[in-house]
T-cell receptor, first 111, second 114 residues
Framework: QKEVEQDPGPLSVPEGAIVSLNCTYS??????FMWYRQYSRKGPELLMY????GNKEDGRFTAQVDKSSKYISLFIRDSQPSDSATYLC???????????FGAGTRLAVHP | ETGVTQTPRHLVMGMTNKKSLKCEQH?????MYWYKQSAKKPLELMFV???????ENNSVPSRFSPECPNSSHLFLHLHTLQPEDSALYLC?????????????FGPGTRLTVT
């Protein structure tokens, strides 16, 4: 079993839709949870960072962590074509800030 | 662009060549990382440096040789690579402290081994 599972998609939605992206994980020691956005031919860009459980909101983006279910989500409201990218979940615990990444979900938002 | 830069952005090399990738971080961080990103696969952590000391080497073949001369610079020296080493190589930096775990990435070097 992979430590982090993420549906690769692709996920195609119309502009304005609410998008839900998810990851599951198996290591209950994970305490730090992140979402990265990666545009084609670019490096990953940190979108959201959550420590332990709970919700965090930043503009159109909401990150949720449910440690009891080992499940994290990223919601994008009022999606825009500029949101079209690959979204990577990442999580970690322990020393040296090491992260384990999901394979990424490719999202396409069409006008 | 973030506070992490990488050069070159693209590199094509033969299997017998020797080349180096360079990474520089302008964020004042104390840890740096090399990752390999292949299509449809999760990022693979290759090396971790903390305060210029290598603290992790994830079973990476010896044809990849990292170097961290100071906390702002990281190199990946390449020699006698294989075609399966073609990938996007990403550098990242982080500040190791309590409750801080974020890593910040550079744009990557797209490597093609012919």
């Amino acid at each position: 079993q992979k430590e982090v599972e993420q549906d690769p998609g692709p996920l195609s939605v119309p502009e304005g839709a609410i998008v839900s992206l998810n990851c599951t994980y198996s290591n209950s020691a994970f305490q730090y949870f992140m979402w990265y956005r990666q545009y084609s031919r670019k490096g990953p860009e940190l979108l959201m960072y959550t420590y332990s459980s709970g919700n965090k909101e930043d503009g159109r983006f909401t990150a949720q962590v449910d440690k009891s279910s080992k499940y994290i989500s990223l919601f994008i409201r009022d999606s825009q074509p500029s949101d079209s990218a690959t979204y990577l979940c990442a999580m970690g615990s322990g020393g040296y800030n090491k992260l384990i990444f999901g394979a990424g979900t490719r999202l396409a938002v069409h006008p | 662009e973030t506070g992490v830069t990488q050069t070159p952005r693209h590199l094509v090399m033969g299997m017998t060549n020797k080349k180096s990738l360079k990474c520089e971080q302008h964020l004042g961080h104390n840890a740096m990382y090399w990752y390999k990103q292949s299509a449809k696969k999760p990022l693979e952590l290759m090396f971790v440096y903390s305060l210029e000391e290598r603290v992790e080497n994830n079973s990476v073949p010896s044809r990849f040789s990292p170097e961290c001369p100071n906390s702002s610079h990281l190199f990946l020296h390449l020699h006698t690579l294989q075609p399966e080493d073609s990938a996007l190589y990403l550098c990242a930096s982080s500040q190791i402290r309590d409750y801080s775990y974020e890593q910040y990435f550079g744009p990557g070097t797209r490597l093609t081994v012919t």
